[in-house]
């Protein structure tokens, strides 16, 4: 092993040795950090040892370091940028988005203080207890998947700065249960101890100050402490006996008491010692008030199960069985119910009390009886959701000390509605529609009677997000200026209430009419970028991230017989399907949308047979492709624009330049090239150049390949998309292999595979990215490093074991002459990827 390899590999041991221990002091498996790079535990701990050809990636490290910040197994920055500098990565890696953005906005700058309470003379002492601490509920079952977050909260508490810490969540996440294991660990923490104020019953604001005297057994002895004849209010009696105290004040179920808030702030400037833990559904909105979010239970993707000694450690599974088997002893998670526990826990969206409820019925119903009962109640529309007013009812409980609030979700969900205002209740009912999330924009389009300024909508949205009704996510860097104030989604369960409510309402199909009609825009508008460009990389990030809205307006459209919005979506999306590597899902569209029927405009006809053939193109089915094709460009001939027509040629050249028939894809190449060379289009025209290029150095006429593809070269720099650039410098650089420039084309091919580091792996072009590696290699081998270009090969090897993309002839048949050559020329050598890969490529 040579000497670089094996610094990078003990740069990786000491990588992986602290990953492992921030990880297990944080109480975490394995199989926890692997499901969260959506990753199976042995694929990870490959990557990790550099073994058996699996490469950590740049994405893979970033997605550690932002897990364990998460989960708080590190929280500092420096410990963020220790593990980064073990691979040879700065701070830079994470842009300034990400670093502010949740997690990595939760790492210190500097390191923690103590979590015991000290002085500058050292450890604070304790004062014995000069007051009886209000009775804490003791605990009648564990407490599961939050031990993490009670150390945390314990600390944010034990540091000075912070007076007022809110937890904050929806109905049923646990904030309750959380506090009471807070509260137990610090009252000896707290000279005059911890008073635990419920205040759920308590329905007038103006009756807190003497429910806060009471718990405290302050009510009988507050008027001792002020002279006779002095006004006194209930304020003032408070004040007087929390003045000189050092104490923990919580008050639980706040949400509906907000108005009274203030009550706080003056305890709180009056007293120096005090502190306040708030559990609420809403902010405060205080001076100075600090929030600890209470997020539901870990869960784990249904489609990526590990096994169930792993399973059982998944607090939302384990929470689930627990509480199962207090009621049905037997009860076992086996592999025949482990698939049907983890969907109706990933359905109950891991909120505590949801899954508690579903446990409670498992004498009567399995756990697939139950996933049924969820799945039956959702009035037989999928495209509004899983949830509706029958499962948020049908999970209830009859426990005789439960907030009635809590017998059932319904009820859960209903005590947040009803603290809101008539317009911020029609805002919630008609958010039900959105999937997958939705921005300002949109939320203020399809909302009927919202107000028209952008402004007051996030305005209304931001009180929803502070009501924990909704939630908020930043906008990363990457994503561009378009979304600023970010996207917001709900829970759900949240949306099933919502949804349910709309229902009632009467206003569905209006609301959904208007959902479909902003989405139908939406993508109309993107669609001209999908053809190429700088702006396609955005566009397709754009759809990326509406595909969830954009399924569910197509499918509404299908439903209601909507025949013309139904093919205006197809017309406008088979470009994305198709490069998102979902044509089938495209054609099981296109399939649905012309079963309706209707009239249909020549345009729009030649437009669905193209989006067929394209995406059967993609599939790899090149014959039955290109007769659709052929059809689509005789339905071009009359009073279509040349863009369209120049397209429907490029793709009949590609159809036959991927099945191996390069005389016709020359044709209609340069048929292409005839028709489009003056176009603004120039990427495509450089790429239609790189596939000439190709096809000329396979009639051995290496000159003119070699000046197509260098003009492709330049073209793609100056103002292509990455993708295509890089294969057009794969391109070249085989050509100048052939020709035995093994430097130059080194260098080109260098180049082609750091732009696949920057862009990472994508279906669509992994049997180029596997050509690639396997030329490097090849390069390698012949220049004198065997060792080297076993390891690449290695690499290419094992992006082939994961072939998810069709391989086209052409690059198939050079793949397997390159290893050929590449096994001869390595001899005995092991084809073993580290992770240091992309590392070795600057050295090349």
């Known amino acids: 092993m040579n000497r670089h390899l094996q610094q990078s590999m003990e740069a990786l041991t000491r990588f992986r040795e602290q990953v492992i221990s921030a990880r297990r002091q944080a109480g975490y498996l394995q199989k926890d950090l692997a499901a969260a790079l959506a990753l199976d535990a042995e694929t990870l701990s490959r990557k990790l040892h550099g073994r058996h050809q699996a490469i950590l990636t740049l994405q893979d490290v970033k997605q550690i370091i932002k897990t364990l910040a998460a989960w708080q197994a590190i929280t500092t920055r420096a410990e963020a940028l220790e593990l980064l500098g073990l691979l040879g990565f700065s701070a ?14 939760r790492l210190e700058q500097a390191v923690r203080p103590s979590v ?31 031990e993490q977050a009670v150390q945390v909260v314990i600390e944010r508490l034990r540091q000075p700065e912070v007076r007022l810490l809110t937890l904050l969540g929806p109905g049923g996440v646990g904030k309750t249960r959380l506090a009471f294991e807070v509260v137990r660990s610090l009252n000896a923490s707290f000279a005059d101890g911890v008073s635990f ?5 308590l329905h007038d604001p103006a009756l807190l100050l003497s429910r806060i005297l009471e718990a405290c057994g302050m009510l009988e002895d507050a008027n001792e ?15 007087a006996s929390l003045t000189q105290d050092e104490r923990l004040l919580v008050l639980d179920n706040f949400e509906h008491l907000l108005e009274a808030s203030t ?8 007293a120096p010692q005090l502190k306040v833990l708030v559990t609420s559904r809403g902010v405060l909105h205080l001076y100075g008030e600090h929030i600890w979010e209470v997020l539901p239970l870990e869960l784990v993707a249904p489609c990526h199960l590990p096994d169930l000694a792993s399973l059982v450690h998944i607090p939302a599974i384990r929470l689930f069985v627990e509480r199962a088997q207090m009621i049905k002893p037997a009860f076992r998670l086996t592999e025949h119910n482990a698939a049907a526990v983890t969907e109706l826990c990933t359905r109950l969206d891991g909120l505590p009390l949801a899954i508690e409820l579903a446990a409670a019925h498992i004498k009567l119903f399995s756990p697939q009886l139950l996933l049924e009962q969820l799945r039956g109640r959702d009035n037989g529309q999928p495209h509004q959701g899983k949830t509706s007013k029958g499962a948020l009812t049908f999970l209830r409980q009859k426990t005789r000390d439960a907030p009635e609030r809590q017998q059932t979700l319904w009820m859960t969900m209903d005590w947040s509605y009803q603290l809101l205002d008539h317009p911020a209740q029609q805002l919630l009912t008609h958010l039900g529609v959105f999937q997958g999330g939705w921005t300002v924009e949109a939320a203020r389009d399809v909302s009927l009677g919202e107000p028209q300024l952008y402004e007051e909508m996030l305005d209304r949205l931001e009180a929803l997000v502070n009501q924990s009704l909704i939630v908020h996510h930043s906008t990363s860097e990457h994503e561009g200026v378009q979304e600023q104030p970010g996207r917001f989604s709900m829970l759900e369960l949240v949306r099933g209430y919502a949804l349910a409510r709309l229902s009632e309402s009467g206003n569905m199909e209006h609301v959904q009419r208007r959902h479909a009609e902003y989405y139908l825009a939406l993508v109309e508008g993107i669609e ?18 509406e595909q969830d809205n954009i399924a569910a307006a197509l499918a509404f459209a299908i439903e209601q017989g909507k025949a013309e919005i139904a093919q205006r979506f197809c017309c406008a999306l088979f470009l994305f399907w198709g490069r998102r590597d979902q044509a089938e899902e495209g054609l099981n569209w296109l399939e649905a949308t012309m079963s309706l029927g209707g009239e249909m405009s020549l345009p729009r006809r030649r437009k669905l047979v193209l989006a067929k053939g394209w995406l059967l193109m993609r599939q790899g089915a090149y014959g039955r492709a290109r007769t659709l094709l052929e059809e689509s460009f005789n339905l071009s001939q009359d009073g279509t624009d040349p863009p369209t027509k120049a397209f429907i040629l490029r793709t009949i050249g590609e159809s036959w330049y991927l099945q191996g028939e390069y005389a016709q894809a020359a044709s209609s190449f340069e048929a292409y090239l005839d028709m489009y060379r003056t176009g603004e289009d120039q990427e495509q025209y450089a790429h239609v150049l790189t596939r000439l290029g190709v096809i000329l150095q396979l009639q051995r006429d290496e000159s003119r390949a070699e000046s197509m593809l260098s003009e492709s070269v330049t073209l793609m720099r100056a103002k292509g998309q990455r993708t295509k650039l890089f294969i057009a410098l794969a ?7 052939s020709q035995g420039k093994l430097i130059q084309a080194l260098e080109h091919m260098r180049e082609a595979l750091l732009i696949v580091q920057e862009i990472g792996y994508r279906p669509a072009i992994g049997p180029t990215i596997a050509l690639a590696l396997i030329e490097c290699a090849s390069y390698l081998g012949r220049l004198g490093a065997p060792e080297r270009a076993a390891q690449i090969g290695g690499a290419a090897e094992a992006l082939l074991e994961r072939r998810d993309s069709v391989f086209p002839d052409i690059y198939y048949r050079r793949y397997k002459s390159r290893l050929e050559e590449l096994k001869v020329q390595a001899g005995e050598a092991s084809f073993a990827l580290p992770f240091v890969f992309f590392e070795m490529l600057s050295s090349l």
Do not use: K
């Open 731 to 737: 391109e070249l650089s085989n050509l100048e292999g």
């Open 263 to 270: 009550v706080v702030a003056e305890l709180l400037a009056a």
């Open 116 to 146: 015991v309470l000290t002085t500058a003379a050292g450890v604070h002492p304790v004062r014995a207890v000069t007051r009886t601490s209000s009775l804490l509920p003791a605990a009648t079952t564990p407490l599961i998947g939050r």
């Open 225 to 239: 402490r002020f002279l006779v004849g002095t006004p006194r209010t209930g304020l003032d009696l408070l004040i």
């Open 92 to 105: 830079e890696t994470f842009s300034q988005e990400e670093w502010n953005s949740l997690p990595l906005s």
């Open 197 to 201: 104020i419920p205040l759920a019953s």
């Open 528 to 545: 001209p970028d999908l053809y190429g460009g700088g702006r396609q990389r955005a566009a397709m990030r754009s759809l990326e991230r």
